[in-house]
Nanobody, 123 residues
Framework: QVQLVESGGGLVQAGGSLRLSCVASGSIVSANAMGWYRQAPGKQRELVAAITSGGSTNYADSVKGRFTISRDNVKNTVYLQMNSLKPEDTAVYYC?????????????????WGQGTQVTVSS
């Protein structure tokens, strides 16, 4: 079973930055497309950024130009660098993995999630 551990969240003022990390068990990161998701209170979980095993990236319109997803296959870790944070970025952030990028588009494709990491952006 895939194990994913997210970390790096915290409280930051608007305009600030955070870097989230997702450490995966085994060689999950190198063999799969990886996605970062977020879920704000009262809202559905949404995909914010994804990266294929080949390094191609995809971003939600709301974070383009501000967030950057990257991967370190040696460390089995995926990162989400978040700059110019806004209060609307406040959410619990999660990661997940799948061989197919297109399956990452739908959070409902996954039955198992890590504990997530809380990001709170104050105005």
């Amino acid at each position: 079973q895939v194990q994913l551990v997210e970390s790096g969240g915290g409280l930051v003022q608007a305009g600030g930055s955070l870097r989230l990390s997702c450490v995966a068990s085994g060689s999950i990161v190198s063999a799969n497309a990886m996605g970062w998701y977020r879920q704000a209170p009262g809202k559905q979980r949404e995909l914010v950024a994804a990266i294929t095993s080949g390094g191609s990236t995809n971003y939600a319109d709301s974070v383009k130009g501000r967030f950057t997803i990257s991967r370190d296959n040696v460390k089995n870790t995926v990162y989400l660098q978040m700059n110019s944070l806004k209060p609307e970025d406040t959410a619990v952030y999660y990661c997940n993995a799948d061989p197919l990028m297109r399956r990452l588009l739908l959070p409902s494709n996954f039955g198992s999630w890590g504990q997530g990491t809380q990001v709170t952006v104050s105005s």
